[in-house]
């Protein structure tokens, strides 16, 4: 299973049979004249779309059916939104979600494995990349981080308590819980740098808006990510809204983003790190507007095909001893927080890698 990732500007998709036309109009900059690519719609999860491109009907119609969730974003890569099909009438699985949601303790042990499993990943990023290159600053760091997760181990969620509306971090465990994620993130980012071949002028992570050039690339990175683990959590049958790190707010996904945090590192960052270091993409590849910086659309779409690459990746499932994709992991984190949730396992860890 795969994503369709749709980037070009006028395209207009309609259903033919079992597969979808993608009819593509002429690039006079590119040369091209107008195309169209069949694509079988048995192979796709999801369809992404950027920006002005069309889908008829009868092609929406035929991707909800099959369970296909098309998903919506601006050309610039901002999310806007999603369709999918109706949601997993596993009841049951979201009361209990909601249950602990309310049970501070409970929610609050989520909440901490969520950023342990975080920190945890970026530190092995450190110590992979620092195997060769043996900086003072990537040991530091790396060092720093275990110091925070050690810190974050000695939190009790048996004292946690239900914070303040007006002031949800004065004075409680999420309050000390988010300060050691800040600390650890800024420490981690403080030698992100390092990690890149070249001078890329990244100093910090810059969000809204990217700053330079590799925050863009992290920021466009993190906004797939959060599609496709937005997807997991509609086919386990979470309630996406319903979050335990991220708070819950209209609209806000923070179910996925709660389960995202861990693999932040290891499918962005490290997709990020290959394109920068084997010269896949170079600083050529961006353009500025009002200090905000953004990918060309051919870059853009060399970024989306090794995104897609690292999703397809395999590795062994630490928790069920056998290969699977990045893709599927995602989805198997969800099940396994919604086993949590019911009380079928005694405990629940994220994927960390060494």
Known sequence: MSTLYLTEQGARVRKDGDTLIVQLPANEKANLPKRQVRVPMLKLEQVVLFGNIQLTTRAI???????????????????????????????????????????????????????????????????????????????????????????????????????????????????????????????????????????????????????????????????????????????????????????SQYGKPAMALDIMEPYRPLIVDSTVITLINNGMITPDDFTETLGAWQLTPKARRVFLEKFEARLNTELLHPAFGYKATYRRCLELEARLIGKWLMNEIPRYRPLVVR
């Not at 809204?208 to 990510?225: C, E, I, M, Q, V």
């Open 61 to 247: 119609t035929a991707l909800l059916e099959q369970g296909v969730e098309v998903c919506y974003c601006t050309a610039r890569g901002r999310y806007l939104g999603r369709l999918n099909g109706p949601m997993s009438k596993n009841s049951f699985l979201r009361i209990a979600q909601h249950r602990v949601h309310a049970d501070p303790p409970r929610a609050f042990t989520l909440a901490k494995t969520f950023v342990w499993g975080k920190l945890a990943n970026m530190r092995a990023m450190l110590l992979r990349a620092n195997r060769k290159r043996q900086e003072e600053a990537l040991a530091q760091a790396a060092a720093s981080i275990k110091n925070i997760m050690n810190q974050i181990n000695v939190l009790d969620p048996a004292q946690a308590r239900v914070p303040h509306p007006s002031q949800p971090q004065k004075d409680s465990h999420y309050g000390a819980l988010l300060g050691l994620e800040g600390a650890g993130t800024a420490q981690y980012f403080r030698v992100f740098a390092h990690l890149l071949k070249g001078d890329w002028h990244f100093h910090k992570r810059q969000r809204r808006p990217p700053k330079d050039p590799t925050n863009a690339l992290l920021s466009f990175g993190y906004t797939l990510l959060t599609n496709q683990t937005a997807s997991a959590v509609n086919i386990v049958g979470l309630d996406p809204f319903i979050g335990y790190l991220h708070s």
